[in-house]
């Protein structure tokens, strides 16, 4: 039986549609000119550029900058791949074996477990508990890790609810995996996200034997359109994923390998990081300012990382009816909770600019006014 992947069927069939779009989990991406000038980068040298195949595995160069990112990590151990979505799929597709399962929390971005499950694989999952800030349910996952498991899937900071793994959960995570077998895949791309700190959330990478980090240029660092990932992982299986990569993409394209490169330089990645917590700190503040003008109905879990909020709502309507009627007459996109199995959510994304999510708040105060009113007795 084949699952749709449903939050991505959901905005391919809706977001080229949208006037104001809050359904990307990212922060508001850059122009070209606007990298280059922050990277200082050479009209000559892209206009120089063959428009060839580069490094099948990623170019030497960008491949140490990353692996510079983990400590012990060389450059053996990174793969370059057409975005996280390859990275997801390649471990997938190498590990899982006939009669292995995986574990994964819940919500959580679908892709690898969706994967697991259409290649007819056993998924288990963990909740992660709204009424403790979206704390990871340690009980649970101890129960789920006394039995076997090939993989144990997050992501931290996680997608939809912004939540980062503390210090006590990471280790829950590691003895889990210590217990069951598995691999932590560990799908990072909202690291350098963070909310409240500056400090990046610390990758998995290190913390136990049996890790596979993975992490792309579309969230911290608001360049999506360059579709360019990385997967971390012992040497070995890093050449098991390369084999299945020149299977499913051959290489991830020359200009999106040169400008991560340029992105990625020790002198122009804390720019970009920056950035992004601006947006994400200011887009916040907006956001709560527009779900205070209908007293009772939204609540949210502020989200200590990451451009979303999870946000929670007390209306008679269900979160698929409500993002579509959103859109269809208010031209405004967000992603029904639906997609991630929780009803009477949606996920908003505020790391935009002003007027736009003043233009977008408004519209969707509009629609709760209209609900209200049509369910007036």
């Known amino acids: 039986?084949?699952?749709?992947?449903?939050?991505?069927?959901?905005?391919?069939?809706?977001?080229?549609?949208?006037?104001?779009?809050?359904?990307?989990?990212?922060?508001?991406?850059?122009?070209l000119g606007e990298l280059m000038e922050l990277a200082d980068l050479d009209v000559a040298r892209l206009k120089g550029t063959a428009l060839d195949y580069p490094e099948v595995n990623g170019m030497i160069t960008l491949r140490e900058k990353i692996a510079a990112l983990y400590p012990g990590a060389g450059p053996d151990n990174v793969?370059?791949?057409?975005g996280a979505s390859e990275a997801n799929h390649?471990?997938?597709?190498t590990l899982l074996e006939p009669g292995d399962r995986a574990i994964a929390l819940r919500p959580t971005y679908q892709q690898l477990p969706g994967n697991a499950l259409n290649s007819g694989f056993q998924v288990d999952t963990i909740s992660l508990v709204?009424?403790?800030?979206?704390?990871?349910?340690?009980?649970?996952l101890a129960a789920e890790s006394a039995t076997p498991a090939k993989l144990l899937h997050l992501v931290n900071p996680n997608n939809p609810t912004g939540r980062i793994l503390s210090a006590e959960e990471r280790a829950a995570v590691v003895a889990a995996a210590d217990r069951c077998g598995a691999w932590i895949v560990a799908d990072e791309v909202y690291a350098g996200t963070e909310r409240e700190?500056?400090?990046?959330?610390?990758?998995?990478?290190?913390?136990?034997e049996r890790v596979i980090a993975i992490n792309s240029m579309s969230k911290a660092y608001g360049l999506p359109g360059l579709r360019l990932g990385w997967v971390v992982a012992p040497g070995e299986l890093i050449i098991a994923f390369w084999r299945r990569h020149e299977y499913a993409t051959i290489?991830?394209?020359?200009?999106?390998?040169l400008l991560a490169d340029a992105a990625l330089d020790p002198a122009v990645r804390p720019k970009l990081t920056a950035r992004a917590r601006r947006l994400i700190r200011r887009g916040f503040d907006k956001l709560t300012e527009g779900l205070a003008v209908h007293p009772g109905v939204f609540s949210v879990v502020p989200p200590q990382a990451s451009a979303m909020s999870f946000v929670k709502y007390d209306l008679p309507i269900d979160s698929r009816s409500f993002a579509q009627r959103l859109l269809r007459d208010h031209g405004t996109l967000v992603v029904?909770?639906?997609?991630?199995?929780?009803?009477?959510?949606?996920?908003f994304s505020s790391a935009l600019p002003d007027d736009v999510l003043s233009a977008g708040l408004e519209r969707l105060n509009v629609l709760v006014s209209e609900i209200r009113a049509e369910a007036q007795p």
């Open 1 to 31: 039986m084949f699952h749709p992947f449903q939050v991505e069927q959901f905005l391919s069939e809706t977001e080229q549609t949208a006037q104001f779009n809050f359904s990307e989990s990212g922060v508001h991406p850059l122009t």
């Open 79 to 82: 793969l370059v791949t057409v």
């Open 90 to 93: 390649l471990v997938a597709a």
């Open 130 to 140: 709204e009424s403790d800030g979206w704390a990871l349910d340690r009980e649970a």
């Open 197 to 208: 700190a500056n400090e990046p959330t610390p990758s998995f990478w290190g913390a136990h």
């Open 251 to 257: 290489t991830a394209t020359m200009l999106g390998n």
């Open 336 to 347: 029904p909770g639906a997609c991630f199995g929780l009803e009477h959510h949606f996920r």
